[in-house]
């Protein structure tokens, strides 16, 4: 009896105890998601000359992407030749800027060429006005000034006063719609203007077709087609006001050729059909002071029925403030996946910032049933995955897609099945290069794709079909007109009287070869594992031992003879120069520190790079390289160098890597305007500051290491994708003390300069013991 009692007693113990630890935890949650990352965020940050970064509001990886647009600038100038000014809105916005355009509900964020801009909103009072800059007579047109004393901007929610009508305009937003809430004067010409005209990198052909219907005097539904950067782009949007309009018109911008019976109607008045090429429409109400006129505007891929139900199902209501609070938490959900204690504020706004960047593309793409457009201009409903777009691949496979291993597994994994189901769509069967809503756009170089994929493979993330993968990847790997890739497959290398851009371009294809040799490994193909470890050596092709670079080679075997490894304009590299671009063998680095000399003159070449002036007549032919960016010769303001930093570890000087990270997150990364040092490429400029930050960097995409670095902050705790926590500890941190002593993972100590995913994926706790030399 006794010993009955004592196991119910041991029993109940055990109950309560469990009971109380998940209280504990329970109580844990509830206080990490009230704390508020959000405070931590300048969406501003990044807005000035290079960044291109996106200041509106937008939920975490959402579609619609609402922010003012401060400027106009087409694509070309009237005698047809590139307006290098277009160039610097490539997020619709510049802080320079004093006036405000309207409110655009797609972005692009930090990325170096554009499109998108659809959709601009424009509150006004007064005689209606519909030219946005100028009129026709050279009067003002409905722009309003601004100050940016009224500008406010934090996640999910931006704010502005339009001084020209005294008029409060507020912005935030769900996944697929928009939220607006103006605040009007007394007025009996109040007009909400639908500039369906404006563009982001605009051309006089860009718009292809523009359809509006007025369902009745609350709702508007219809869709744009262009042409632009990418070639059949359709977007669907359902517009709903809290006030029925008094009136409401348009005003066509193109020559219409042929109306067919149309032409019976008076149609640029209170006409419930609006048709043509460019469009502009405007919304008439009589409002009283301090009156709110609220705008939903639902966006699609598919249709506008399509985005009535993405309307109705993500915000129902009229309450603003609801919305504006359930995507701040949204935020908080994303941002507290990382959280760090650093040595100043100033530096934890700089790392929510940044992280805040990563989590602004690739957006969602298709409605909430699942719907959306494929490749192939069909529509699709999404199965086993949730449909994304936005894959900037040049760019963000390099840091972007592994930080989403660690902190987004299942989003990564739905990443790639949405590139696996760009490729089952695809003509060519090829997977995406650079791509966004539903097109390719083929931009930059290299089949990129591979890399995510290898990567998540090797760090054991998603359930994607690996068979599918593989076949999907050397498809992509064998089309033979790509790019130059037919002449990389005969000769070995890409010749470079036959290819632009032909050393990156080797350079690049021999790396994402190694990336489908990893998948093929993993699949236990060995027939395609060797062929593409074969091919993942053609990179030697191009190394000329003689001068120490990599350097373009004809098609008769010779070197170019005209080659000047300092320039960045036609030597072979695509937006670099040998000394940087020539440094990029991340799938061999040991044998690339061997092959160009050794270890001591590898880390004096590298030296060198930091240390030296490139002059101006190198670099002035490309807009995506600038001084803000260079520290010597070195571009941390474009992509390719990204991983050069880290390169030191291999040479036996880790101390440098180590000086050389945190000086460059030091000078070119700041909570200010100008805090970005280039484009932020759809969030990899960010995810670098991020992984460095944390001490460690992916240097090689598809490999299951990392370089160990500085890290930048006291603490840090990682919760990680698959529910485990790391801590990672930087003892005696200051900003002298720049040198890693030693290393502990989990209380071993680590004897060389990589950590393994293993390290990061198990939790536990990291320990950095930080010195001054």
Not at 290 to 301: C, N, R
Not at 467 to 475: D, G, K, R, V
Not at 697 to 713: Q, R
Request: glycine share 8%; hydrophobic share 30%; proline share 4%.
């Amino acid at each position: 009896m006794k010993k009955t009692q004592l196991l119910l007693l041991l029993f109940t113990s055990c109950i309560f105890l469990w009971n109380c630890h998940q209280k504990t935890n329970e109580n844990n949650t509830e206080k990490l998601m009230e704390k508020d990352f959000t405070k931590y965020v300048n969406p501003l940050i990044g807005t000035s000359k290079m960044g291109h970064v996106f200041p509106g509001a937008t939920a975490p990886f959402g579609m619609v992407q609402l922010g003012p647009q401060t400027n106009f600038q087409p694509m070309f100038n009237q005698d047809g030749s590139y307006n290098k000014e277009t160039y610097e809105y490539c997020a619709g916005y510049q802080y320079k800027d004093s006036t405000i355009i309207g409110f655009a509900h797609t972005n692009f964020s930090g990325t170096g060429h554009s499109d998108l801009g659809d959709f601009l909103v424009m509150p006004t009072t007064g005689n209606l006005l519909l030219d946005p800059l100028k009129t026709k007579e050279g009067n003002k047109g409905f722009y309003s000034k601004f100050s940016h004393k009224t500008e406010q901007a934090s996640p999910g929610h931006y704010e502005v006063n339009l001084n020209s009508y005294n008029i409060k305009a507020e912005l935030t937003a769900s996944e697929r719609v928009g939220f607006h809430q103006y605040t009007f004067p007394k007025s009996e010409d109040a007009h909400i203007i639908l500039d369906m005209v404006y563009n982001v990198y605009h051309h006089n052909n860009k718009n292809v077709w523009t359809f509006i219907r007025v369902e009745n005097d609350t709702l508007v539904t219809g869709y744009r087609q262009t042409k632009g950067w990418a070639r059949t782009k359709k977007v669907f949007f359902a517009m709903q006001f809290s006030k029925p309009f008094k009136s409401y018109g348009h005003k066509k911008y193109n020559k219409e050729t042929y109306d067919g019976f149309y032409r019976r109607f008076k149609q640029d008045e209170n006409f419930p059909e609006m048709a043509g090429k460019d469009i502009r429409a405007y919304f008439n109400f009589d409002t009283e002071e301090g009156e709110k006129i609220k705008i939903k505007f639902a966006l699609s891929p598919v249709s506008t029925n399509g985005a009535l139900n993405n309307l109705k199902t993500e915000i129902p209501h009229w309450d603003f403030d609801k919305t504006r609070e359930e995507t701040k938490a949204k935020w908080n959900k994303e941002l507290h996946k990382i959280e760090v204690e650093t040595l100043s504020e100033k530096d934890k706004i700089t790392f929510y910032t940044a992280l805040y960047h990563t989590n602004l593309s690739p957006i969602l793409y298709e409605d909430v049933d699942g719907k959306y457009r494929g490749l192939d201009q069909n529509i699709y409903t999404s199965e086993g995955f949730t449909n994304y777009t936005i894959f900037s691949l040049w760019d963000t496979y390099r840091a972007l897609h592994p930080l989403y291993n660690i902190i987004q597994p299942q989003r990564n994994n739905d990443m790639i099945k949405s590139m696996l189901a760009h490729h089952d769509q695809s003509v060519h069967k090829m997977l995406p290069i650079w791509s966004h809503y539903a097109n390719e756009n083929w931009c930059m170089i290299g089949y990129h794709a591979t890399s995510v994929i290898a990567d998540a493979l090797a760090k054991n993330v998603g359930d994607f079909d690996i068979n599918h993968a593989l076949e999907a990847s050397t498809n992509t790997a064998t089309v033979r007109y790509f790019d130059g890739l037919g002449d990389y497959i005969d000769y070995k290398y890409v010749p470079d009287d036959k290819s632009h851009s032909s050393v990156s371009k080797t350079l690049e294809y021999a790396y994402n070869d190694w990336c489908i040799a990893q998948i093929a490994k993993k699949a236990g193909n060995s027939n395609i594992e060797k062929e593409y470890l074969d091919r993942s050596e053609y990179y030697n092709n191009v190394y000329d031992p003689s001068i120490g670079f990599m350097r373009p080679k004809l098609s008769n075997g010779s070197f170019r003879e005209n080659f000047d490894p300092m320039d960045t304009h036609g030597q072979g590299f695509i937006e670099g120069n040998a000394w940087n671009y020539g440094l990029y063998v991340p799938q061999n680095i040991d044998h690339m520190v061997e092959m160009m000399g050794g270890k001591e003159k590898f880390s004096k070449q590298l030296d060198e790079l930091f240390t030296m002036e490139i002059e101006d007549k190198y670099i002035e032919k490309h807009e995506d390289i600038t001084r803000d960016g260079i520290i010597g010769n070195y571009v941390h303001g474009n992509e390719p160098g990204h991983h050069i930093p880290y390169l030191y570890n291999w040479t036996g000087h880790p101390e440098k890597t180590q000086e050389r990270v945190r000086m460059i997150m030091d000078t070119m990364y700041a909570p200010t305007v100008e805090g970005l040092c280039g484009n932020d490429d759809a969030g990899q400029m960010s995810a670098w500051y991020i992984f460095s930050c944390l001490g460690f960097y992916p240097v090689t995409p598809g490999s299951s290491y990392y370089a160990i670095g500085s890290p930048n902050v006291k603490e840090a705790t990682i919760h990680l994708g698959n529910g485990k926590t790391l801590k990672i500890i930087a003892k005696n941190q200051s900003k002298e003390n720049v040198y890693v002593k030693s290393v502990t993972v989990n209380g071993k100590k680590i004897n060389n300069y990589l950590l393994s995913h293993d390290d990061i994926a198990n939790g536990g706790e990291i320990i950095f013991e930080m010195s001054n030399k």
